[in-house]
């Protein structure tokens, strides 16, 4: 007999590599769309799937005349595989209304209805610009002790101030700002 336990679906193409947190390679996301594209409209994508390593306005778009979809890279890795072909069915949505010489606008009644009647959403989530503004790594040169800030700052560690110098600025405690990568 055989182990029917686990009704797991099968996992696409490539998920597991997702899982692993690595960017799937562009074959990876290739199969994604195809296996949707088979799914939902019975063909395979017949154009071009790629990354877009720094797309952060949008998560994805897709180009009728070369028949090219991109995804968001920063936003696969922001919130993964399930949202990430959730825009991949966004953009092939775009193309088989294009395959049928429908054209249309993102906010075309025709691609709404046909995004509500495939469960595709109309717009990505929010993707900060720039992921929110980088901290800044401080170190003191007494203790080590490690601070961060949002800005550029003229402080000395606390700590060593208030062991040594009753809590006053201490200049030899200035904290040294550490490059960041
Ligand atoms: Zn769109
Ligand atoms: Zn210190």
Not at 16 to 23: C, I, K, S
Not at 25 to 40: C, E, F, K, P
Not at 63 to 74: D, H, M, N
Request: include cysteine.
């Amino acid at each position: 007999m055989t182990n029917q336990t686990d009704a797991k679906p099968t996992p696409l193409p490539g998920l597991a590599g997702a899982a692993a947190g690595a960017p799937p390679d562009v074959a990876t996301v290739r199969a994604w769309a195809d296996a949707l594209a088979l799914a939902h409209f019975g063909l395979r994508f017949p154009g071009t799937v790629r990354w877009a390593p720094r797309l952060r306005y949008r998560a994805g778009d897709y180009t009728p005349a070369t028949r090219v979809i991109r995804v968001s890279l920063p936003y696969y890795l922001r919130y993964g595989y399930e949202e990430t072909m959730r825009i991949l069915l966004h953009e092939l949505c775009h193309w088989w209304l294009f395959r049928q010489g429908v054209h249309h606008r993102e906010d075309s009644p025709v691609f709404q209805r046909l995004l509500t009647a495939h469960g595709a959403p109309a717009h990505g989530l929010p993707l900060q610009r720039s992921g929110g503004r980088r901290l800044r790594l401080y170190v003191c040169p007494c203790c080590g002790m490690r601070y961060h800030y949002r800005r550029r700052v003229n402080y000395a560690c606390g700590r060593c101030c208030r062991r040594w110098s009753g809590g006053r600025f201490d200049p030899r405690f200035r904290l040294v700002p550490v490059p960041g990568p």
